[in-house]
């Protein structure tokens, strides 16, 4: 957080805020979904040094849990932000250029570290492939401030890391139990969604180290 907020303070508002409204935040997916919300951010002009530095690491705006994981699918595509649909589109779109192709290599290779020993998401590995992803902790907002015990915890990541298939974004509100950080408690259930999801569709492993055979995430 610190590091982060070094790099926004150092920028002028609109450079980050201006960018993630390119890479779809406070934006509607136009999937067709009903009743869809757009969110909402802050502008740039009201933006300042203790609000920039907020939103430097995911404070200070909303989005829905398909606004996310369409976000996390630039890092899939290699900086594309691609439309999204509720049916299976023929044809593959090329979607719009938000991010150079380098740097989104950089952060997913970042984001593989996240689930590896040591990171805040081991819990997201899925065994035999390379997984890419994140772990999200925030307190609940209300109209008074931040509330008291109240979080969502959040976990989104791509597999395999390799040559990206698929995006699986999970988001969990009013966590009751032992904890309601991210990597415990949104990670595993990424973890079986996104298994399950590459064993359907027959997604070739990508990682034929140690972790093959293992037994996955209960």
Known sequence: NVGVSKMALA????QLVNFLKRCGVATRTVSGYPGESEGGIVRASEAGPFVLATLSFGYGFSMTTLQLAKMYAIFANEGRLLPVHLLHAETA???????????????????????????TGTQAAVPGYHVAGKTGTARIAGKDG??????????????????????????????????????????????KVMEAALRILEVEPDDTGEDIGKVGVS
């Open 11 to 14: 920028s002028p508002p609109e």
């Open 93 to 119: 779109a090329l979607g719009e250029r938000v991010m150079s192709p380098d740097i989104s290599k950089q952060v997913l290779h970042m984001m593989e570290s996240v689930v590896k020993p040591g990171g």
């Open 146 to 191: 931040y509330k008291v015990k109240r979080y969502v915890a959040s976990f989104a990541g791509i597999a395999p890391a390799s040559k990206p298939r698929l995006v699986v974004a999970v988001v969990i509100h009013e966590l009751s139990k032992v904890s309601y950080y991210g990597g415990r408690v949104a990670a595993p259930l990424f973890a």
